[in-house]
């Protein structure tokens, strides 16, 4: 399979920390920058995409900030994946059985896809089906469960202090 | 998901044709080249990245050509898309847990992957089990099933006439 985007680590990571905010708090995207140890405009390009596809909502100016547009458990892996990195199939289909001359003079026989493309398209709509059957608050919850104590403490009085 | 390769497509398509060779048979490039209305050139790097994945057989000289070197049933979908494409996930986790004032002191927290990274791979191993579970005879029983009694024929008779 061709990689993702990279920008869907830093994504998946942006939109868990935003699910540690208080309630009507937003978060710098300096901070969001800071937390995660890229550049600032790096990542804005990724918030935007977050931002355009209805899953954060950016408050403009020198208070402002991202925060979640939606409540986590409605905001699945497959959401922020699409988001970033487009909604087409990964698998390629040029209708090279259309070309040739094994190529049909049935005009019915384009109708439906091609057999091979149906098996791969399939495929992928399994990956597609797990990470929409996946949420935010998943992520959250194996946050709470599996980062070390220490560091969720760093992380909360980070969050507590750069929210706005 | 980030797009296969176009040579995914023809890739399956040239395999698919390989079998309906006669047992002992190759089929040149050439032939396999202008059945899906392709250049040789872009076909032949392709063919080249199943030979060197062991999934078929090139035959050198005049009389040469391709030919399957397992059995239909033996090659994979999984088989032939990693041949073209590589095996590489498609989520691509740079660590970026271990950036920033979150990242951990204990020493141990990095020794089992991020659970972000863990679902990413989880989701993507469900579409690679669907394609290690089907195979070239799925697609030749496709194509004896759905390819038109027309094309079949015309397809068999260049088949028949192009191999050596
Ligand atoms: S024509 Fe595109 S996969 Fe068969
Ligand atoms: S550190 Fe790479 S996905 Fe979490």
Redesign the interface.
């Known amino acids: 399979?061709?990689?993702?985007?990279?920008g869907?680590?830093?994504a998946?990571?942006c939109a868990?920390v935003l699910c540690w905010l208080e309630p009507g708090k937003v978060l710098p995207g300096k901070s969001l920058a800071?937390?995660?140890?890229?550049s600032e405009s790096y990542l804005l390009k990724h918030m935007r995409a977050l931002t355009e596809a209805g899953l954060v909502e950016a408050l403009p100016g020198p208070r402002g900030g991202y925060r979640l547009a939606r409540r986590p458990g409605e905001i699945t892996?497959l959401d922020i994946?699409e988001a970033i990195?487009g909604k087409?199939?990964?698998?390629?289909?040029?209708e090279?059985?259309r070309?040739?001359?094994?190529?049909?003079?049935?005009r019915?026989?384009y109708k439906t896809d091609c057999?091979?493309?149906r098996?791969?398209l399939?495929?992928?709509e399994?990956?597609?089906?797990?990470?929409r059957a996946?949420t935010l608050a998943?992520?959250a919850q194996?946050?709470a469960a599996?980062?070390?104590a220490?560091?969720q403490k760093?992380?909360a009085a980070?969050v507590r202090e750069a929210q706005r």
């Open positions: 399979m061709r990689r993702l985007g990279d869907v680590e830093a998946l990571h868990l800071e937390m995660h140890g890229l892996l994946v990195d087409e199939p990964a698998f390629t289909c040029k090279i059985r070309r040739g001359p094994g190529k049909s003079k049935d019915c026989a057999f091979i493309k098996r791969m399939a495929a992928e399994l990956w597609r089906q797990s990470l996946q998943d992520l194996d946050g599996l980062i070390d220490e560091s760093t992380i980070f």
